[in-house]
């Protein structure tokens, strides 16, 4: 098994630490042709299952450079799929491709967001079926994602900082950008890693699917359960500037549960506590 990876320094050294003779961390820059033939050259051209991860993991960088999102999101997997063949396709879109839209949604629902990021992940799907099309993807699975937490999260993230903020400062005062109305929905990263295992062990179909954590909650409320979490007997949210990400929508997750069996089982004070623990042994 290859899993690639280019500016993650820190990435190989996890795959060794995992102690398995089955995954191989390989660097590639996925805007490089070059990389990727030699990428080809060293693993060959046709691959079993691939679970496509590579993108922009911040939506907030595509507003303000949306060239570079657009090559992250979308050109780094026409590289990919113009120089390999996959039998099964499992592309990780994003539920903010339902930007604009108010309430439950679904991939029955028609869709036309005007975030870059959103733009580029919706782009993408399309890229998808274009070239399974073309033969290069046997069969693929479209996963609408809402977003995951966890050990190894970048330290930018909402959960990260929640716990940093309350736990190990033990401060009330905790800064958002936007009103803090916007709808979250991501689960903890063991049941998101659950969820994989059992989309690639199943047929893809050629379809989409919703994969979230079933509990949305606002941004504030988000802060709120922490706070209570880690004791903070009364958080300070303060507002300082703005977000472009105001998400009204939510998933069910019913659709996942009925295909896969499989629903996520850690919810949030568990998690929030989990996360504290990681990030504890990284301080000591």
């Not at 691939?50 to 911040?58: E, G, K, P, Q, T």
């Not at 657009?70 to 491709?97: K, M």
């Not at 190894?152 to 936007?178: A, C, D, M, N, W």
Request: aromatic share 10%.
């Amino acid at each position: 098994m290859i899993a690639t990876y280019n500016t993650a320094k820190a990435f190989s050294s996890f795959v060794k630490n995992l102690n398995s003779r089955k995954v191989v961390a390989e660097k590639c820059n996925l805007l490089s042709l070059r990389e990727l033939k030699l990428l080809r050259e060293n693993w060959g051209a046709s691959h079993d299952l691939c679970i496509f991860l590579a993108a922009n993991s911040d939506p907030s960088r595509s507003d303000v450079n949306p060239s570079l999102d657009i090559r992250s999101n979308t050109e780094s997997l026409i590289n990919f799929l113009q120089l390999l063949q996959v039998e099964r396709f499992i592309f990780f879109s994003s539920g903010a491709v339902y930007e604009g839209l108010d309430g439950v949604v679904s991939p029955d629902m028609h869709v036309s967001p005007i975030l870059p990021y959103a733009i580029s992940k919706l782009a993408s799907e399309a890229y998808v079926r274009h070239f399974r099309k073309r033969g290069a993807i046997r069969e693929y699975l479209l996963v609408r994602f809402f977003g995951a937490y966890g050990p190894h999260e970048p330290s930018r993230k909402i959960f990260t900082r929640l716990v940093r903020q309350f736990y190990f400062k033990r401060r009330s005062e905790f800064p958002i950008r936007g009103n803090g109305l916007n709808l979250i929905d991501a689960m903890y990263v063991d049941d998101a890693v659950e969820g994989i295992i059992r989309m690639a062990n199943e047929p893809l179909k050629d379809s989409v699917i919703d994969f979230c954590g079933g509990k949305p909650v606002t941004i504030r409320e988000l802060i709120l359960e922490a706070a209570k979490t880690f004791s903070i007997t009364r958080p300070e949210i303060v507002q300082k500037g703005e977000t472009v990400e105001y998400n009204k929508f939510h998933a069910d997750p019913l659709s996942f549960k009925q295909r896969y069996g499989f629903e996520p089982k850690t919810d949030l004070s568990e998690g929030l506590h989990r996360l504290a623990k990681f990030l504890e042994t990284k301080q000591n």
